[in-house]
Each structure stands twice: as C-alpha cells, then as structure tokens.
C-alpha cells in the first residue's frame, strides 16, 4: 500500500504561482512513477504531468508546459508540483497519484485508469 498526501494548494491572483506538494508513504513507494491531476466541477479529471521513478523523464499536458514543473525528491519520497503563470481556467482540485514504473515507460501515463493509487486532492484557486 501507498498512501498519498497533497499540500500546498489555495487561493492565489492570475498570474501567480503555487508549489504543490505530495508526500508518499508506504514500503514501495520509492518504486512508482508519479502524476499530477486536476478536476473543476463539472469535468473530468484531467492529466497534468507525470515524472518517473528516477526522475529523469517528465511528461506534461500540452496546454501546461512552459508553465508547470513537476519534480522529486526520492530522499523525501516526496513530489512536487510548481504552477507559475495561473490563470483562472487553472482552478481545480489537484490529486497526485502513483502508477508502476511499467506502465509510465509503456506511455499509458496520461490515463487516470492507469494509477494504483490516489491522495485526497488539494484546491487551487486562481481568481483576483
């Protein structure tokens, strides 16, 4: 088992910058690549970006890169978020999730059903 905790999220004014945190627990964890999500009412949970096990490979979501940084801490067994650049469309809840290393190196990184386990999400508000 993994348990997932995320920190970090709030209320925050366009164009301004948050860092999310996610800390992994669990005999395994150090053994899973991890994602970013994120769902606004009403839609469906949408993939972020994705790091590896080792960290030297990341995936992102078209329409975050050059705005979002995702990162980690294998010592802390800890993942990390940086948002820069929000916009009010950034709302969201924000969920990390784990996924085994096969399947991030089989690209199926992107899919929700993909990922073996979740944390409970924090808010992100972007509004002025």
């Known amino acids: 088992q993994v348990q997932l905790e995320e920190s970090g999220g709030g209320l925050v004014q366009p164009g301004g910058s948050l860092r999310l945190s996610c800390s992994a627990s669990g005999r395994t964890s150090g053994n899973y690549a991890m994602g970013w999500f994120r769902q606004a009412p009403g839609k469906d949970r949408e993939f972020v970006a994705a790091?590896?096990?080792?960290?030297?490979?990341?995936a992102y979501a078209d329409s975050m890169k050059g705005r979002f940084t995702i990162s980690r801490d294998n010592a802390k067994n800890t993942v990390y978020l940086q948002m820069n650049s929000l916009k009010p469309e950034d709302t969201a809840v924000y969920y990390c999730?784990?996924?085994?290393?096969?399947?991030?190196?089989?690209?199926?990184?992107?899919?929700?059903?993909?990922?073996?386990?979740w944390g409970q999400g924090t808010q992100v508000t972007v509004s002025s």
């Open positions: 999730a784990a996924l085994a290393s096969y399947k991030y190196n089989r690209g199926t990184f992107y899919l929700p059903s993909a990922y073996d386990y």
């Open positions: 790091i590896s096990r080792s960290g030297g490979s990341t």
